[in-house]
């Protein structure tokens, strides 16, 4: 097994990201793990070496999937579309999942919080911390869309004798966090997940808005919305707007790291409670109840909140359809007129509420499964978890069509 390398965390989330992960195996989103003194589980534990998908389904509700939305969405039980009606202003979208770990350390539920705010003098680099009063946890609201090595804190909270512990991070990070927690020494563990579409390392991120934003050193805020545009809030109340469809790929080159290209855990599904926002409606926030303690975290939070309806619009089916057939073509960028006309399209005729969710779920498991079978063909039986061909069924003849080969057919060997 290579050499794992171990960095203080504050400094290495601004390291390049070839930096950062060398010694690593070539797939590895810095989830914190190999940089604690649990490293030496890393092989039993890593997503990226071997999927726990099922076995831990089974662990937290004696079941694996069924078929329809939870091959998607993960297993649930109830999903909501709700807000804070009075958000912090610090907030990424109405505050639920701060406001919720500061209840659970101002009612002596957990004696820490462990949640992510920003590296200081910078905005967005992300540095894992351990929280242990409802002020700090409140403080690390917001995201900071980068790569963040958040397990790395669990040394800390074992090293002060926590036993009551609240963990907020990506699905990555939740994957080897339930992989690891059986042999973990926490009384209470209450996991708190946040979708997670894509992510980048820090240097890249600013790239990133540099060669997009017309001031990226005023952007305070940011978020890829529902309507198909990357929506950038400056220091003066500004928002920016740019189209999907506009981002100059060719300038911005290949800035996800390989393990984002190889993540299939999109909405966080083996969180107890996830707290996002794509599945609702505009404005609102998406959260799934998926086990005993994410029912506790939702009825502490429930009296902050207000609800609506969920929704769904548009039929997503034929978009991904034609997503499939673009996938296996050379990315390229059409003329002005023609990307003004899809943008409309997109917004206007594009899939809403829950079926929005479904359609970026199923694009992204595509473009994933795609980009293992061309870049790390052996892995595919061991990092794509059961559900993902199941979930992608109906887009099998498209796949087909579009690669000349079957979309099953690493399954169906294992069968
Ligand atoms: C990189 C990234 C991509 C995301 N993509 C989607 C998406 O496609 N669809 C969707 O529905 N939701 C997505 N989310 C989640 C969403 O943007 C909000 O974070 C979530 O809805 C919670 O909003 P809030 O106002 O309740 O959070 P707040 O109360 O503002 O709290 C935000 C929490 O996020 C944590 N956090 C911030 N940055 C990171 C990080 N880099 N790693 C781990 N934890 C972090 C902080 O610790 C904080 O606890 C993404 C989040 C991130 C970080
Ligand atoms: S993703 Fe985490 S567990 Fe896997 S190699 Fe990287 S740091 Fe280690
Ligand atoms: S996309 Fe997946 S691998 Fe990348 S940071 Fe998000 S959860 Fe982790």
């Not at 799934?288 to 994410?294: C, D, E, N, Q, Y």
Request: aromatic content about 10%; hydrophobic content about 40%.
């Amino acid at each position: 097994m290579p050499e794992v390398l171990s960095k203080p965390s504050a400094e290495s989330t601004l390291l390049e990201l070839d930096e950062r992960l060398k010694g690593r195996p070539k797939i590895c989103s810095d989830c914190g793990l190999c940089g604690s003194s649990l490293r030496p589980l890393m092989a039993q534990s890593c997503t990226f070496v071997q999927n726990h998908v099922a076995e831990v389904e089974l662990r937290l509700h004696g079941r694996t999937r069924q078929p329809g939305d939870e091959l998607l969405f993960g297993i649930y039980r109830e999903m909501y579309a709700a807000r804070i009606p009075k958000p912090p202003s610090n907030a990424q979208w109405t505050g639920i999942v701060t406001t919720l770990g500061a209840k659970l350390l101002e009612q002596g539920l957990v004696e820490g919080v462990l949640t992510t705010r920003a590296v200081p003098g910078t905005r967005f680099a992300p540095q894992p911390f351990l929280a242990r009063t409802p002020e700090e946890v409140r403080a690390s609201a917001g995201n900071k869309p980068c790569i963040s090595p958040g397990l790395s804190l669990l040394d800390e909270a074992q090293a002060l004798g926590l036993k009551r512990l609240a963990f907020i991070g990506t699905g990555c990070q939740v994957q080897m966090l339930r992989a690891l927690e059986p042999r973990l020494d926490f009384t209470k563990l209450y996991v708190i997940g946040i979708p997670c579409s894509d992510n980048v390392a820090y240097p890249d991120q600013l790239r990133f808005l540099k060669i997009i934003s017309r001031s990226p050193a005023t952007i305070v805020h940011q978020e890829f919305m529902q309507d198909f545009r990357l929506w950038m809030r400056h220091e003066d109340g500004k928002v920016e707007k740019v189209n999907f469809v506009d981002f100059p790929m060719d300038k911005i080159g290949d800035i996800f790291p390989p393990s984002c290209l190889a993540c299939f855990d999109y909405p966080n599904a083996l969180a107890d409670l996830t707290i996002g926002y794509m599945g609702a409606p505009f404005g609102w926030q998406w959260l799934m109840v998926r086990t005993t303690l994410g029912a506790e975290l939702f009825n502490l939070i429930k009296p902050d909140l207000e609800f609506t309806p969920l929704t769904v619009g548009g039929n997503r089916r034929e978009g991904v359809s034609r997503y499939v057939g673009m996938l296996a073509k050379k990315p390229g960028r059409p003329p002005a007129l023609i990307r003004k006309f899809v943008a409309f399209l997109q917004r206007w005729k594009g899939a809403k509420g829950l079926e929005f969710a479904r359609s970026i779920i199923e694009m992204k498991l595509l473009r994933n499964l795609q980009y293992l079978r061309q870049n790390f063909p052996t892995h595919e039986g061991k990092i794509v978890p059961y559900h993902v061909y199941e979930a992608l069924e109906p887009y099998a003849p498209a796949y087909r069509q579009a690669f000349g080969r079957e979309m099953e057919e690493e399954k169906r060997k294992g069968e």
